[in-house]
């Protein structure tokens, strides 16, 4: 099956497989539908799915290397329901991010994955990403 562009429409099929995601992480989603449309809608995030129903995800957020003049897109989510893995969905949604990458003239994808998560590793890895140590700290406010 094909990935599609997600629009603010397919936003309520989204939740439960963000809420999926979330629990992997051992967190809580708190998006809800509306906030999910809303990202879509004003390009905040880039969205691709698969399925009907809904079965798989991947969003990505546009990203800068203003230093370098690269622009690129950073996968923030990727996401295939349990009954819907080991059928190539996240390769062709990641895929699917790259082309889009390119289109829009990105010269790079980036991805972050939680530390120790070989299965995230190995997925990247052996579609040629490069693993890259982290060389910078991270900080974070509620605003």
């Not at 546009?62 to 897109?73: F, I, M």
């Not at 790079?108 to 939680?114: C, D, K, P, S, T």
Request: positive net charge; contains cysteine; hydrophobic residues 45%.
């Amino acid at each position: 099956m094909d990935p599609f562009p997600l629009t603010p429409d397919h936003a309520p099929a989204l939740v439960p497989l963000v809420e999926g995601l979330a629990a992997d992480h051992g967190e809580i989603a708190a998006a809800s539908a509306k906030d999910l449309a809303r990202e879509l809608a004003d390009g905040w995030l880039i969205g691709f799915g698969i399925g009907r129903p809904l079965c798989a995800y991947a969003l990505f957020l546009r990203h800068s290397r203003a230093q370098l003049g690269e622009r690129g897109l950073l996968l923030h989510h990727i996401f295939v329901a349990p009954d819907a893995r080991r059928r190539g969905h996240a390769t062709a949604l990641l895929l699917a991010g790259e082309a889009e990458g390119r289109r829009l003239g990105c010269a790079y994808l980036v991805i972050g994955a939680h530390e120790g998560n070989q299965v995230a590793k190995a997925f990247y890895e052996a579609r040629g990403y490069e693993l890259r140590t982290p060389t910078f700290w991270r900080f974070r406010k509620t605003l």
